[in-house]
């Protein structure tokens, strides 16, 4: 088992930025590819970016490259989401979530899921 944590979402002005972090804790982290993911009210479920087991290998969609970037810490069991220049079509719940599939943006083959943090972005 996984256990996911997200924090660091907010309300922010737009052209602003905000980190998120995702604590995992059970079995080796450094084992799982994660993801961030966001849902936002009426619409489906979308993948944000995705980061293999070490991070030598990153994935985005379009709509966030360029602006977001994610990373990882190992030794600290945590991933984050570094999102710059926000929009108010960023405002969603954002979630992480773990495979041991490897780094993919598809969020079927995610086994493990965070609650979420609320990101809120005005215009």
């Known amino acids: 088992q996984v256990q996911l944590v997200e924090s660091g979402g907010g309300l922010v002005q737009a052209g602003g930025s905000l980190r998120l972090s995702c604590a995992a804790s059970g079995r080796t982290v450094s084992s799982y590819a994660m993801g961030w993911f966001r849902q936002a009210p009426g619409k489906e479920r979308e993948a944000v970016a995705a980061?293999?087991?070490?991070?030598?290998?990153?994935f985005y969609a379009d709509s966030v490259k360029g602006r977001f970037t994610i990373s990882r810490d190992n030794d600290k069991n945590t991933v984050f989401l570094q999102m710059n220049s926000l929009k108010p079509e960023d405002t969603a719940v954002y979630h992480c979530?773990?495979?041991?599939?490897?780094?993919?943006?598809?969020?079927?083959?995610?086994?493990?899921w965070g609650q979420g943090t609320q990101v809120t972005v005005s215009s």
């Open positions: 979530a773990a495979t041991l599939t490897g780094a993919t943006m598809l969020g079927a083959l995610y086994d493990y």
């Open positions: 980061i293999s087991p070490r991070g030598y290998r990153t």
